[in-house]
């Protein structure tokens, strides 16, 4: 038997971890349409895994940017300004898509779902921009917490700066100290098959997908426009940054990011996952430590597709007319509340009452949309944080050239 087991953790070793998710997802499916009890107790798995990224995430954002820019050699480029501009353009090219798709493919509503009470949406664009600048200041200890990463990208910003006047041994410390929380997350990475094998059976086992049937023309053009933007828009941008096939590089962000993220539904808890693509990409670890959680907070295309779609859907229903600036104007302001969407699940979808008030809509009916979303969301939120978070590695291998050499594999 010790014969045996040391053979079965040889050849997994050998197997690359995304053939090993790709079992794992399929295990999943079986298990949840062969014994529906069992794959409900195994969603236990994925829970672990998930709450383990989330757990590293915040700590590793804090160390890693810390340390990258403690130990940052003066006149060396981080590419941090064009991935920003990627970011902000990509997020916008997203609303766009969005308005255009949902002319093309009007969709109408039943705005019969009673409205969740409880829901809170923010009231307008400076409430956003306010939160914005509440959470930039919170504490350091209530920011790693709660998981705000904008207070936690500030403070990490701000000891790195003031770590760069430290002695040299200091500074060697916390490079040290990054590299151990590294090693940890490449740990909690490698659990990501089991992981995936139990938010597949406890998903399919307690929701399964007949609860979408009446949605399935607002589901389509919310994936469609994201898969539009996957495969379509991004590798244009992408081409136009570098004069280069995008495909490669996009296909191995949608492979090696976006199936974790979609599973995972949470830009925040894949923030490990994309450090350790971007390492194996071969990227500056000073520019990717720092664009990656960026990345998490405001490059948000999926979030700017789901509030443009589900807005201009109830415009539809409810017969309002709709005139082109105004249109372009909702893909601004799309773009820019998308930039502010929470980074957990159905995060963008409480940002729909906003879009929703340049069109008169009130908030009772506007809540009814949000409503319909979560029932949607079983695939809509997975599609959107799977586009989210692989486009931030596209983005910074972009603006950060990878090597011409291919990425080792998983």
């Known amino acids: 038997m010790p014969g045996f087991l040391q053979r079965f953790f040889a050849l997994i070793m050998r197997t690359s971890l995304v053939s090993q998710i790709v079992v794992g997802l399929v295990a999943g499916v079986v298990l949840a349409l062969a014994w529906p009890a069992g794959a409900a107790s195994a969603g236990l798995l994925g829970s672990v895994f998930v709450s383990a990224l989330k757990a590293v995430a915040p700590v590793l954002v804090l160390v890693l940017v810390t340390a990258s820019i403690a130990n940052h050699a003066r006149g060396q480029r981080t590419h941090i300004r064009p991935i920003l501009v990627l970011y902000l353009f990509g997020t ?25 009470t409880e829901l809170a949406p923010p009231e307008g664009i400076g409430e956003v921009l306010r939160t914005l600048l509440l959470q930039v200041v919170d504490n350091p200890v209530n920011a790693l917490v709660t998981g705000n990463f904008i207070g936690i990208l500030a403070w990490a910003i701000g000891l790195g700066l003031a770590f760069r006047h430290a002695s040299d041994a200091t500074r060697q410390v916390v490079g040290d100290l990054s590299a151990a929380i590294t090693r940890l997350v490449r740990a909690v990475i490698r659990l990501a098959p089991l992981g995936i094998f139990g938010l597949v059976a406890a998903t399919l086992a307690e929701t399964g997908l007949s609860a979408l049937a009446d949605y399935l023309r607002l589901l389509a053009v919310l994936v469609g426009c994201m898969l539009f933007m996957a495969l379509v828009a991004n590798p244009l941008i992408v081409f136009a940054k570098t004069r280069r096939n995008p495909y490669p590089l996009v296909f191995t962000c949608l492979r090696e990011s976006g199936i974790t993220a979609f599973f995972t539904r949470s830009s925040a808890a894949n923030i490990p996952v994309n450090m350790e693509l971007s390492r194996r990409l071969g990227l500056h670890e000073e520019t990717y430590s720092v664009s ?31 005139d082109l600036p105004t249109a372009l104007l909702l893909s601004v302001v799309a773009a820019v509340a998308a930039c502010g969407a929470s980074g957990v699940p159905g995060g963008s979808l409480l940002l729909v009452p906003l879009a929703s008030g340049l069109f008169g809509i009130s908030t009772d009916i506007a809540m009814q949309v949000v409503a319909i979303g979560f029932i949607v969301g079983v695939v809509q939120d997975s599609a959107e944080t799977a586009l989210n978070s692989s486009t931030d590695v596209l983005f910074t291998a972009a603006a950060a050239p990878p090597p011409d050499a291919v990425p080792d594999p998983l």
Do not use: E, R
């Open 92 to 116: 916008l090219a997203a609303a766009l898509v969005a308005v255009f798709a949902s002319f093309l493919f009007p969709t109408s509503l039943a705005l019969a779902v009673p409205a969740d």
């Open 292 to 322: 990656i959680p960026i990345g998490a907070t405001i490059n948000m295309a999926g979030a700017a597709i789901t509030i443009t779609v589900l807005t201009l859907a109830a415009v539809h229903t409810l017969g309002i007319a709709v």
